[in-house]
Protein backbone atom coordinates (compact mmCIF):
# COMPACT_ATOMS: atom_id res chain seq x y z
CA UNK A 1 0.00 0.00 0.00
CA UNK A 2 2.26 2.52 1.08
CA UNK A 3 4.06 1.91 -2.12
CA UNK A 4 0.97 3.47 -3.90
CA UNK A 5 1.10 6.81 -1.89
CA UNK A 6 2.70 8.73 -5.04
CA UNK A 7 -0.24 7.58 -7.08
CA UNK A 8 -2.67 9.52 -4.84
CA UNK A 9 -0.15 12.32 -4.21
CA UNK A 10 -0.53 12.14 -8.40
CA UNK A 11 -4.38 12.34 -8.23
CA UNK A 12 -4.24 15.34 -5.81
CA UNK A 13 -1.99 17.23 -7.86
CA UNK A 14 -4.09 17.19 -11.00
CA UNK A 15 -7.19 18.04 -9.39
CA UNK A 16 -5.23 21.04 -7.29
CA UNK A 17 -3.81 22.21 -10.82
CA UNK A 18 -7.43 21.94 -12.27
CA UNK A 19 -8.87 23.87 -9.59
CA UNK A 20 -5.97 26.58 -9.52
CA UNK A 21 -7.21 27.61 -13.28
CA UNK A 22 -10.39 27.76 -12.00
CA UNK A 23 -10.17 30.21 -8.91
CA UNK A 24 -8.08 32.25 -11.47
CA UNK A 25 -10.70 33.32 -13.22
CA UNK A 26 -12.34 35.96 -11.02
CA UNK A 27 -10.04 38.34 -8.88
CA UNK A 28 -11.62 37.15 -5.55
CA UNK A 29 -10.81 33.59 -5.89
CA UNK A 30 -7.41 34.33 -8.16
CA UNK A 31 -4.57 33.90 -4.79
CA UNK A 32 -6.55 30.77 -3.52
CA UNK A 33 -5.75 29.68 -7.47
CA UNK A 34 -2.17 30.62 -6.70
CA UNK A 35 -2.08 28.50 -3.73
CA UNK A 36 -3.82 25.56 -4.90
CA UNK A 37 -1.01 25.78 -8.09
CA UNK A 38 1.35 25.67 -5.96
CA UNK A 39 0.32 22.90 -2.87
CA UNK A 40 -0.42 20.77 -6.59
CA UNK A 41 3.12 21.41 -7.47
CA UNK A 42 4.61 20.38 -4.57
CA UNK A 43 2.74 17.09 -4.04
CA UNK A 44 3.93 16.02 -7.87
CA UNK A 45 6.91 16.71 -6.69
CA UNK A 46 6.75 15.00 -2.68
CA UNK A 47 5.04 12.01 -4.68
CA UNK A 48 7.73 11.94 -7.27
CA UNK A 49 9.94 11.64 -4.52
CA UNK A 50 8.37 9.26 -2.84
CA UNK A 51 8.09 6.83 -6.18
CA UNK A 52 10.61 3.76 -5.76
CA UNK A 53 12.09 4.55 -9.03
CA UNK A 54 13.75 7.29 -7.33
CA UNK A 55 17.22 6.35 -5.40
CA UNK A 56 19.79 9.41 -5.71
CA UNK A 57 18.45 12.36 -3.88
CA UNK A 58 21.45 14.02 -3.27
CA UNK A 59 21.63 15.26 -6.78
CA UNK A 60 18.26 16.37 -6.94
CA UNK A 61 17.90 18.22 -4.16
CA UNK A 62 21.14 20.21 -4.88
CA UNK A 63 19.25 21.16 -8.43
CA UNK A 64 16.53 22.55 -6.33
CA UNK A 65 18.17 24.51 -4.48
CA UNK A 66 20.44 26.07 -7.06
CA UNK A 67 17.06 26.70 -9.18
CA UNK A 68 15.25 28.08 -6.52
CA UNK A 69 18.52 30.46 -5.78
CA UNK A 70 18.39 31.14 -9.44
CA UNK A 71 14.70 31.83 -10.06
CA UNK A 72 13.41 33.83 -6.75
CA UNK A 73 16.06 36.76 -7.14
CA UNK A 74 14.15 36.41 -10.95
CA UNK A 75 10.75 37.04 -9.67
CA UNK A 76 11.78 39.89 -7.33
CA UNK A 77 14.21 42.05 -8.80
CA UNK A 78 12.57 42.31 -12.37
CA UNK A 79 10.51 45.35 -12.06
CA UNK A 80 6.59 44.79 -13.18
CA UNK A 81 7.05 46.34 -16.57
CA UNK A 82 9.37 43.98 -16.91
CA UNK A 83 6.89 40.84 -16.63
CA UNK A 84 6.91 39.71 -20.26
CA UNK A 85 10.50 39.59 -20.48
CA UNK A 86 10.40 37.44 -17.60
CA UNK A 87 7.54 35.27 -18.62
CA UNK A 88 9.61 34.32 -21.88
CA UNK A 89 12.79 33.76 -19.77
CA UNK A 90 10.97 31.31 -17.34
CA UNK A 91 9.22 29.88 -20.40
CA UNK A 92 12.68 29.11 -22.19
CA UNK A 93 13.95 27.66 -18.50
CA UNK A 94 11.18 25.26 -18.44
CA UNK A 95 10.38 24.04 -22.18
CA UNK A 96 14.35 23.56 -22.26
CA UNK A 97 13.78 21.17 -19.41
CA UNK A 98 11.12 19.35 -20.63
CA UNK A 99 13.65 18.75 -23.85
CA UNK A 100 16.43 17.56 -21.83
CA UNK A 101 13.96 15.09 -20.38
CA UNK A 102 13.05 13.89 -23.82
CA UNK A 103 17.20 13.76 -24.44
CA UNK A 104 18.01 12.25 -21.69
CA UNK A 105 14.74 9.20 -22.42
CA UNK A 106 16.80 8.96 -25.70
CA UNK A 107 19.55 7.92 -24.15
CA UNK A 108 18.90 5.66 -21.93
CA UNK A 109 16.85 3.74 -24.43
CA UNK A 110 20.04 3.79 -26.31
CA UNK A 111 22.29 3.01 -23.28
CA UNK A 112 20.27 -0.16 -22.21
CA UNK A 113 20.50 -1.32 -26.04
CA UNK A 114 17.11 -1.94 -26.41
CA UNK A 115 14.97 0.48 -28.79
CA UNK A 116 11.80 2.04 -27.16
CA UNK A 117 8.37 1.30 -28.82
CA UNK A 118 7.27 3.42 -32.21
CA UNK A 119 4.57 4.71 -29.26
CA UNK A 120 7.35 6.14 -26.65
CA UNK A 121 9.43 6.70 -29.27
CA UNK A 122 7.33 9.46 -31.15
CA UNK A 123 5.72 11.08 -27.51
CA UNK A 124 9.84 11.39 -27.25
CA UNK A 125 10.25 12.58 -30.69
CA UNK A 126 7.60 15.41 -30.20
CA UNK A 127 8.67 16.39 -26.54
CA UNK A 128 11.93 17.28 -27.89
CA UNK A 129 11.29 18.78 -31.06
CA UNK A 130 8.35 20.82 -28.88
CA UNK A 131 11.11 21.75 -26.12
CA UNK A 132 13.82 22.68 -28.11
CA UNK A 133 12.19 24.80 -30.11
CA UNK A 134 10.03 26.34 -27.78
CA UNK A 135 12.96 27.20 -25.64
CA UNK A 136 14.77 29.37 -28.07
CA UNK A 137 11.84 30.67 -29.51
CA UNK A 138 11.16 31.99 -26.01
CA UNK A 139 14.92 33.12 -25.56
CA UNK A 140 14.33 35.07 -29.09
CA UNK A 141 11.42 36.40 -27.80
CA UNK A 142 12.70 37.69 -24.45
CA UNK A 143 15.90 39.39 -26.43
CA UNK A 144 12.72 41.34 -28.65
CA UNK A 145 10.90 42.36 -25.72
CA UNK A 146 14.26 43.74 -23.74
CA UNK A 147 15.20 45.18 -27.09
CA UNK A 148 18.36 43.01 -27.27
CA UNK A 149 17.31 41.90 -30.46
CA UNK A 150 15.38 44.45 -33.06
CA UNK A 151 11.96 44.53 -32.22
CA UNK A 152 10.79 45.14 -35.65
CA UNK A 153 10.31 41.97 -37.69
CA UNK A 154 13.21 40.98 -39.47
CA UNK A 155 12.40 39.32 -43.07
CA UNK A 156 14.17 38.01 -46.11
CA UNK A 157 13.16 36.69 -49.82
CA UNK A 158 11.85 32.95 -49.24
CA UNK A 159 12.05 33.16 -45.45
CA UNK A 160 8.99 31.33 -44.92
CA UNK A 161 10.04 28.77 -47.59
CA UNK A 162 12.99 28.32 -45.67
CA UNK A 163 11.34 27.95 -42.30
CA UNK A 164 8.78 24.72 -43.82
CA UNK A 165 11.74 22.90 -45.31
CA UNK A 166 14.02 22.76 -42.23
CA UNK A 167 11.12 22.12 -39.71
CA UNK A 168 10.47 19.17 -42.80
CA UNK A 169 13.46 18.33 -42.06
CA UNK A 170 13.33 18.01 -38.34
CA UNK A 171 10.30 15.82 -38.65
CA UNK A 172 12.00 13.96 -41.09
CA UNK A 173 14.68 12.65 -38.76
CA UNK A 174 12.54 12.55 -35.99
CA UNK A 175 9.97 9.84 -38.55
CA UNK A 176 13.22 7.80 -39.01
CA UNK A 177 14.19 7.60 -35.43
CA UNK A 178 10.90 6.50 -34.49
CA UNK A 179 11.06 3.75 -37.32
CA UNK A 180 14.29 2.55 -36.62
CA UNK A 181 17.37 2.48 -34.60
CA UNK A 182 19.44 5.78 -36.35
CA UNK A 183 23.27 6.41 -36.34
CA UNK A 184 24.87 8.66 -34.03
CA UNK A 185 24.46 12.10 -35.43
CA UNK A 186 21.05 12.03 -36.16
CA UNK A 187 20.08 12.83 -32.67
CA UNK A 188 22.04 15.82 -32.34
CA UNK A 189 21.30 16.89 -35.94
CA UNK A 190 17.46 16.89 -34.98
CA UNK A 191 18.06 18.88 -31.91
CA UNK A 192 19.98 21.83 -33.51
CA UNK A 193 17.16 22.10 -36.41
CA UNK A 194 14.50 21.88 -33.29
CA UNK A 195 16.98 24.92 -31.55
CA UNK A 196 17.60 26.91 -35.06
CA UNK A 197 13.42 26.48 -36.08
CA UNK A 198 12.51 27.95 -33.18
CA UNK A 199 14.99 31.01 -33.87
CA UNK A 200 13.92 31.43 -37.03
CA UNK A 201 10.33 31.22 -35.95
CA UNK A 202 10.43 34.59 -33.76
CA UNK A 203 12.63 36.42 -36.33
CA UNK A 204 9.57 38.11 -38.81
CA UNK A 205 7.26 38.41 -35.58
CA UNK A 206 7.50 41.90 -34.29
CA UNK A 207 7.03 43.21 -30.78
CA UNK A 208 3.48 44.03 -31.74
CA UNK A 209 2.22 40.59 -31.72
CA UNK A 210 4.17 39.30 -28.91
CA UNK A 211 1.04 38.77 -26.78
CA UNK A 212 0.00 36.25 -28.82
CA UNK A 213 3.37 34.63 -29.26
CA UNK A 214 3.95 34.30 -25.69
CA UNK A 215 0.54 32.93 -25.02
CA UNK A 216 1.10 30.60 -28.05
CA UNK A 217 4.98 29.60 -26.62
CA UNK A 218 2.98 28.79 -23.39
CA UNK A 219 0.85 26.14 -25.66
CA UNK A 220 3.92 24.62 -27.07
CA UNK A 221 5.82 24.08 -23.48
CA UNK A 222 2.46 22.47 -22.46
CA UNK A 223 1.90 20.09 -25.55
CA UNK A 224 5.77 19.54 -24.90
CA UNK A 225 4.87 18.34 -21.45
CA UNK A 226 1.56 16.06 -22.55
CA UNK A 227 4.58 14.14 -25.23
CA UNK A 228 6.60 13.97 -21.56
CA UNK A 229 3.32 11.98 -19.99
CA UNK A 230 2.58 9.58 -23.35
CA UNK A 231 6.74 8.91 -23.08
CA UNK A 232 6.86 8.19 -19.33
CA UNK A 233 3.01 6.95 -19.17
CA UNK A 234 2.56 9.17 -16.49
CA UNK A 235 -0.83 10.55 -16.33
CA UNK A 236 -0.33 13.27 -14.30
CA UNK A 237 2.05 15.22 -16.87
CA UNK A 238 -0.64 14.61 -19.68
CA UNK A 239 -3.63 16.54 -17.44
CA UNK A 240 -1.55 19.61 -16.55
CA UNK A 241 0.77 19.83 -20.00
CA UNK A 242 -2.58 19.42 -22.03
CA UNK A 243 -4.38 21.67 -19.81
CA UNK A 244 -1.51 24.07 -20.70
CA UNK A 245 -1.43 23.85 -24.10
CA UNK A 246 -5.64 24.02 -24.04
CA UNK A 247 -5.50 27.61 -21.87
CA UNK A 248 -1.99 29.01 -24.11
CA UNK A 249 -3.85 28.22 -27.24
CA UNK A 250 -7.28 29.96 -26.02
CA UNK A 251 -5.42 32.98 -25.01
CA UNK A 252 -3.33 33.50 -28.40
CA UNK A 253 -6.89 32.84 -30.05
CA UNK A 254 -8.50 35.36 -28.23
CA UNK A 255 -5.33 38.05 -28.82
CA UNK A 256 -5.66 36.87 -32.91
CA UNK A 257 -9.77 37.77 -32.78
CA UNK A 258 -8.81 41.14 -30.64
CA UNK A 259 -6.80 41.77 -33.98
CA UNK A 260 -9.25 40.64 -36.69
CA UNK A 261 -6.23 38.59 -37.93
CA UNK A 262 -5.34 34.49 -38.23
CA UNK A 263 -2.94 32.56 -36.78
CA UNK A 264 -1.11 32.04 -39.70
CA UNK A 265 -0.85 35.45 -40.10
CA UNK A 266 0.57 36.08 -36.84
CA UNK A 267 2.96 34.00 -37.72
CA UNK A 268 3.79 34.08 -41.28
CA UNK A 269 2.49 37.44 -41.78
CA UNK A 270 5.62 39.86 -40.83
CA UNK A 271 3.08 42.67 -39.36
CA UNK A 272 4.62 46.28 -40.35
CA UNK A 273 6.92 45.08 -43.39
CA UNK A 274 4.32 45.92 -46.01
CA UNK A 275 3.91 49.71 -44.54
CA UNK A 276 6.96 50.83 -45.77
CA UNK A 277 5.28 53.35 -48.90
CA UNK A 278 2.89 55.01 -46.81
CA UNK A 279 5.79 56.20 -43.34
CA UNK A 280 7.36 58.38 -46.16
CA UNK A 281 4.22 60.56 -46.37
CA UNK A 282 3.61 60.81 -42.94
CA UNK A 283 5.24 63.57 -41.25
CA UNK A 284 4.45 66.74 -43.04
CA UNK A 285 1.05 67.37 -42.58
CA UNK A 286 0.09 69.88 -39.53
CA UNK A 287 -1.08 68.73 -36.12
CA UNK A 288 -2.00 70.81 -32.83
CA UNK A 289 -0.03 70.62 -29.89
CA UNK A 290 -0.45 71.57 -26.38
CA UNK A 291 1.12 72.00 -23.39
CA UNK A 292 0.83 71.18 -19.63
CA UNK A 293 -0.72 73.99 -18.89
CA UNK A 294 -3.30 73.74 -21.69
CA UNK A 295 -4.17 70.03 -20.54
CA UNK A 296 -4.76 70.61 -16.91
CA UNK A 297 -7.28 72.90 -18.22
CA UNK A 298 -9.10 70.87 -20.08
CA UNK A 299 -9.22 68.26 -18.22
CA UNK A 300 -9.82 70.25 -14.82
CA UNK A 301 -13.39 71.32 -16.60
CA UNK A 302 -14.13 68.05 -17.80
CA UNK A 303 -17.18 66.12 -16.32
CA UNK A 304 -15.49 62.45 -18.09
CA UNK A 305 -12.42 61.71 -18.92
CA UNK A 306 -10.97 58.18 -20.56
CA UNK A 307 -7.61 57.08 -20.21
CA UNK A 308 -6.46 54.85 -22.65
CA UNK A 309 -3.07 53.27 -21.98
CA UNK A 310 -0.32 51.39 -24.24
CA UNK A 311 3.15 49.99 -24.36
CA UNK A 312 4.79 53.16 -24.32
CA UNK A 313 3.02 53.92 -20.73
CA UNK A 314 4.69 50.56 -20.02
CA UNK A 315 8.33 51.83 -21.14
CA UNK A 316 7.69 55.10 -19.73
CA UNK A 317 6.86 53.73 -16.13
CA UNK A 318 4.40 56.21 -16.24
CA UNK A 319 1.30 54.38 -14.48
CA UNK A 320 2.39 55.86 -11.06
CA UNK A 321 2.11 59.36 -12.42
CA UNK A 322 -0.89 58.54 -13.91
CA UNK A 323 -2.54 57.29 -10.62
CA UNK A 324 -1.73 60.53 -8.98
CA UNK A 325 -3.70 62.71 -11.74
CA UNK A 326 -6.31 60.55 -11.45
CA UNK A 327 -6.77 60.65 -7.82
CA UNK A 328 -6.16 64.81 -8.54
CA UNK A 329 -8.71 64.64 -11.23
CA UNK A 330 -11.70 62.47 -8.82
CA UNK A 331 -11.15 64.93 -6.11
CA UNK A 332 -12.30 67.26 -8.53
CA UNK A 333 -14.93 65.84 -9.20
CA UNK A 334 -14.01 64.59 -12.54
CA UNK A 335 -14.90 60.97 -13.67
CA UNK A 336 -12.02 58.99 -15.22
CA UNK A 337 -12.09 56.09 -16.51
CA UNK A 338 -9.57 53.66 -17.84
CA UNK A 339 -10.02 51.82 -21.46
CA UNK A 340 -8.20 48.58 -22.00
CA UNK A 341 -7.79 47.27 -25.45
CA UNK A 342 -7.25 43.49 -25.57
CA UNK A 343 -3.90 43.51 -27.13
CA UNK A 344 -2.45 46.55 -25.66
CA UNK A 345 1.19 45.96 -24.09
CA UNK A 346 3.41 42.71 -25.19
CA UNK A 347 1.22 40.27 -23.00
CA UNK A 348 -2.10 39.68 -22.63
CA UNK A 349 -3.42 41.74 -19.84
CA UNK A 350 -0.22 43.54 -19.50
CA UNK A 351 -1.98 46.51 -18.97
CA UNK A 352 -4.18 45.98 -16.21
CA UNK A 353 -1.23 44.65 -14.16
CA UNK A 354 0.31 47.95 -14.34
CA UNK A 355 -2.44 49.50 -13.43
CA UNK A 356 -2.78 47.54 -10.64
CA UNK A 357 0.78 47.82 -9.76
CA UNK A 358 -0.26 51.29 -9.40
CA UNK A 359 -2.82 51.19 -7.00
CA UNK A 360 -5.58 51.84 -9.64
CA UNK A 361 -8.79 50.10 -8.83
CA UNK A 362 -9.80 47.55 -10.96
CA UNK A 363 -13.23 48.54 -11.14
CA UNK A 364 -12.07 51.43 -12.94
CA UNK A 365 -10.35 49.17 -15.84
CA UNK A 366 -12.84 48.84 -18.94
CA UNK A 367 -12.81 46.11 -21.50
CA UNK A 368 -13.33 47.61 -25.45
CA UNK A 369 -17.22 46.43 -25.70
CA UNK A 370 -18.02 47.96 -22.56
CA UNK A 371 -16.06 51.26 -22.83
CA UNK A 372 -16.61 52.13 -26.57
CA UNK A 373 -19.74 53.94 -26.23
CA UNK A 374 -18.78 55.94 -23.49
CA UNK A 375 -16.14 57.61 -25.61
CA UNK A 376 -18.63 59.45 -27.40
CA UNK A 377 -19.99 61.15 -24.00
CA UNK A 378 -16.66 62.11 -23.04
CA UNK A 379 -14.73 65.69 -22.62
CA UNK A 380 -11.29 64.28 -22.78
CA UNK A 381 -9.56 60.80 -24.08
CA UNK A 382 -6.17 60.51 -23.10
CA UNK A 383 -4.16 58.16 -25.18
CA UNK A 384 -0.98 57.85 -23.23
CA UNK A 385 1.49 55.57 -25.56
CA UNK A 386 -1.05 53.42 -27.37
CA UNK A 387 -0.74 53.77 -31.22
CA UNK A 388 -2.05 51.15 -33.47
CA UNK A 389 -5.33 49.96 -30.72
CA UNK A 390 -6.78 53.75 -31.49
CA UNK A 391 -6.03 54.09 -35.32
CA UNK A 392 -9.01 55.23 -36.78
CA UNK A 393 -7.63 53.59 -40.57
CA UNK A 394 -8.46 49.89 -39.05
CA UNK A 395 -12.23 51.11 -39.64
CA UNK A 396 -12.04 52.34 -43.42
CA UNK A 397 -8.38 52.38 -45.01
CA UNK A 398 -8.90 48.38 -46.78
CA UNK A 399 -5.01 49.12 -47.83
CA UNK A 400 -3.96 49.24 -43.95
CA UNK A 401 -2.26 46.25 -42.46
CA UNK A 402 -4.74 46.86 -39.49
CA UNK A 403 -7.86 46.69 -41.72
CA UNK A 404 -10.35 45.18 -40.16
CA UNK A 405 -8.62 45.29 -36.25
CA UNK A 406 -11.65 46.48 -34.03
CA UNK A 407 -10.20 49.78 -32.16
CA UNK A 408 -11.13 52.09 -29.26
CA UNK A 409 -13.48 54.46 -30.73
CA UNK A 410 -11.43 57.78 -29.22
CA UNK A 411 -11.92 59.71 -32.02
CA UNK A 412 -15.46 60.29 -30.84
CA UNK A 413 -14.42 61.80 -27.67
CA UNK A 414 -14.31 65.44 -27.18
CA UNK A 415 -11.47 66.01 -26.72
CA UNK A 416 -8.42 63.40 -27.63
CA UNK A 417 -5.07 64.55 -26.26
CA UNK A 418 -2.14 62.01 -26.94
CA UNK A 419 0.86 61.83 -25.31
CA UNK A 420 3.71 61.28 -27.81
CA UNK A 421 7.57 60.91 -27.84
CA UNK A 422 7.79 62.46 -31.23
CA UNK A 423 5.58 62.16 -34.94
CA UNK A 424 7.61 59.17 -35.75
CA UNK A 425 5.04 56.43 -36.85
CA UNK A 426 4.68 54.02 -33.65
CA UNK A 427 6.19 50.39 -33.58
CA UNK A 428 4.40 48.73 -36.55
CA UNK A 429 5.02 52.17 -38.78
CA UNK A 430 1.70 52.87 -39.73
CA UNK A 431 1.20 56.28 -39.60
CA UNK A 432 -2.20 57.39 -37.35
CA UNK A 433 -4.66 60.22 -38.85
CA UNK A 434 -6.02 60.42 -35.25
CA UNK A 435 -3.30 62.86 -34.72
CA UNK A 436 -4.22 64.97 -37.15
CA UNK A 437 -7.84 65.18 -36.33
CA UNK A 438 -9.06 69.50 -35.36
CA UNK A 439 -10.03 67.77 -32.24
CA UNK A 440 -6.58 66.31 -31.16
CA UNK A 441 -4.19 68.26 -29.28
CA UNK A 442 -0.51 66.28 -29.35
CA UNK A 443 1.03 66.27 -26.32
CA UNK A 444 4.80 65.75 -26.76
CA UNK A 445 7.32 64.90 -24.67
CA UNK A 446 8.17 61.53 -21.94
CA UNK A 447 4.37 60.17 -20.88
CA UNK A 448 5.99 59.47 -17.01
CA UNK A 449 7.60 63.55 -17.48
CA UNK A 450 4.42 65.28 -18.74
CA UNK A 451 1.50 63.60 -16.74
CA UNK A 452 3.87 64.75 -14.14
CA UNK A 453 3.44 68.05 -15.27
CA UNK A 454 -0.07 68.18 -15.98
CA UNK A 455 -0.72 67.10 -12.06
CA UNK A 456 1.71 70.06 -11.00
CA UNK A 457 -0.80 72.52 -13.48
CA UNK A 458 -4.11 71.36 -12.44
CA UNK A 459 -5.75 74.34 -11.08
CA UNK A 460 -6.32 74.45 -7.09
CA UNK A 461 -9.68 73.60 -6.40
CA UNK B 1 -3.14 -0.63 -28.71
CA UNK B 2 -2.41 -1.35 -25.05
CA UNK B 3 -4.70 -0.18 -22.40
CA UNK B 4 -2.28 1.64 -20.87
CA UNK B 5 -1.78 3.85 -24.30
CA UNK B 6 -5.75 3.75 -24.54
CA UNK B 7 -6.24 5.09 -20.91
CA UNK B 8 -3.46 7.84 -21.40
CA UNK B 9 -5.70 8.99 -24.65
CA UNK B 10 -8.89 9.00 -22.59
CA UNK B 11 -6.86 11.31 -20.15
CA UNK B 12 -6.09 13.69 -22.74
CA UNK B 13 -9.30 13.74 -24.71
CA UNK B 14 -10.76 14.57 -21.35
CA UNK B 15 -8.09 17.11 -19.92
CA UNK B 16 -8.16 19.16 -23.33
CA UNK B 17 -11.40 20.16 -23.41
CA UNK B 18 -11.50 20.66 -19.64
CA UNK B 19 -8.68 23.29 -20.12
CA UNK B 20 -11.03 25.52 -23.26
CA UNK B 21 -13.54 25.65 -21.30
CA UNK B 22 -11.91 26.80 -17.77
CA UNK B 23 -9.67 29.85 -19.51
CA UNK B 24 -12.28 30.62 -21.68
CA UNK B 25 -14.45 32.30 -18.76
CA UNK B 26 -11.18 33.46 -17.27
CA UNK B 27 -11.69 37.94 -17.28
CA UNK B 28 -9.01 39.81 -19.53
CA UNK B 29 -8.32 41.62 -16.21
CA UNK B 30 -6.59 38.21 -15.47
CA UNK B 31 -4.90 37.29 -18.47
CA UNK B 32 -1.08 38.01 -17.46
CA UNK B 33 -1.77 36.21 -13.93
CA UNK B 34 -2.92 33.90 -16.00
CA UNK B 35 -0.37 33.23 -18.14
CA UNK B 36 2.55 33.59 -15.78
CA UNK B 37 0.32 30.54 -13.50
CA UNK B 38 -0.08 28.14 -16.86
CA UNK B 39 3.61 29.27 -17.39
CA UNK B 40 4.64 27.83 -13.89
CA UNK B 41 2.41 24.72 -13.91
CA UNK B 42 3.81 24.17 -17.51
CA UNK B 43 7.49 23.28 -15.45
CA UNK B 44 5.51 20.15 -14.34
CA UNK B 45 7.91 18.51 -16.41
CA UNK B 46 10.13 18.54 -12.57
CA UNK B 47 8.40 15.38 -12.51
CA UNK B 48 10.08 13.50 -15.65
CA UNK B 49 12.77 15.57 -14.71
CA UNK B 50 13.29 14.03 -11.09
CA UNK B 51 12.51 10.53 -12.56
CA UNK B 52 15.57 10.50 -14.46
CA UNK B 53 17.87 12.60 -12.20
CA UNK B 54 17.16 10.25 -9.35
CA UNK B 55 17.38 6.75 -10.98
CA UNK B 56 19.50 4.23 -10.33
CA UNK B 57 19.91 2.56 -13.83
CA UNK B 58 19.85 5.35 -16.31
CA UNK B 59 23.19 5.75 -17.94
CA UNK B 60 25.39 8.73 -16.57
CA UNK B 61 24.87 11.25 -19.66
CA UNK B 62 20.68 10.92 -18.87
CA UNK B 63 21.05 11.64 -15.25
CA UNK B 64 23.20 14.91 -15.38
CA UNK B 65 20.78 16.04 -18.57
CA UNK B 66 17.93 14.84 -15.97
CA UNK B 67 19.95 16.96 -13.67
CA UNK B 68 20.37 20.11 -15.54
CA UNK B 69 16.31 19.52 -16.33
CA UNK B 70 15.52 19.60 -12.92
CA UNK B 71 17.37 23.11 -12.30
CA UNK B 72 15.93 24.50 -14.97
CA UNK B 73 12.14 23.53 -14.46
CA UNK B 74 12.89 24.72 -10.88
CA UNK B 75 13.58 28.11 -12.00
CA UNK B 76 10.34 28.15 -14.05
CA UNK B 77 8.24 27.20 -10.87
CA UNK B 78 9.89 29.14 -8.64
CA UNK B 79 10.16 32.18 -11.04
CA UNK B 80 6.38 31.36 -12.24
CA UNK B 81 4.90 31.28 -8.86
CA UNK B 82 6.44 34.09 -7.81
CA UNK B 83 5.66 36.50 -10.26
CA UNK B 84 2.30 35.41 -10.21
CA UNK B 85 1.87 35.85 -6.24
CA UNK B 86 3.27 39.51 -6.86
CA UNK B 87 0.64 41.07 -9.36
CA UNK B 88 -2.30 39.58 -7.30
CA UNK B 89 -1.32 41.28 -4.49
CA UNK B 90 -1.46 44.40 -6.28
CA UNK B 91 -5.37 43.60 -7.41
CA UNK B 92 -7.28 45.76 -5.02
CA UNK B 93 -11.33 47.08 -5.67
CA UNK B 94 -12.12 50.53 -5.14
CA UNK B 95 -12.48 50.65 -1.75
CA UNK B 96 -9.21 49.08 -0.75
CA UNK B 97 -7.97 51.29 -3.25
CA UNK B 98 -8.53 54.37 -1.94
CA UNK B 99 -7.79 53.57 1.59
CA UNK B 100 -4.47 52.80 0.39
CA UNK B 101 -3.93 55.88 -1.28
CA UNK B 102 -5.19 59.32 -1.75
Known sequence: ?461 | MSTEVEMSIYVLVLAVPLGLQLVQRVSPLLHTPLMSLTNAISAISVVGAILIAGSGEAPRLSRVLGCLAVTTSTINIVSGFLITDRMLKMFRKKDSGKEHGS
Open chain 1, 1 to 461: MTGDIWQFAYIIAALSIIGSIKWLSSPVTARRGVLAGQGGMLLAVIGTLLRHEVINYEWVLICFFVGAAIGAPLAYLMPMTAVPQLTALSHAFGSLAAALVGTAEYYRYVGAGHAATGFTMTALVVETILGYLTCTASIMAFGKLQELVPTRPITYRGQNVVNLVLLAVAIALGVWMIVEPTPFWVFPAFTGLSLLFGVLLIIPIGGGDMPTVIALLNSYAGAACAAMGFALGNRLLIIAGSLNAASGFILSVIMCNAMNRSFLNVLFGAFGQVQEGTVAQASTRPVRSATAEDAAQIMSGARKVIVVPGYGMAVAQAQHKLRELTDALTRRGVEVEFAIHPVAGRMPGHMNVLLAEADIPYDRLHEMEDINPEFAEADVALVIGANDVVNPAARHDTSSPIYGMPILDVDKAHTVMVIKRSMSPGFAGIDNELYYMDRTLMLFGDAKAFVGEIVKELPAH
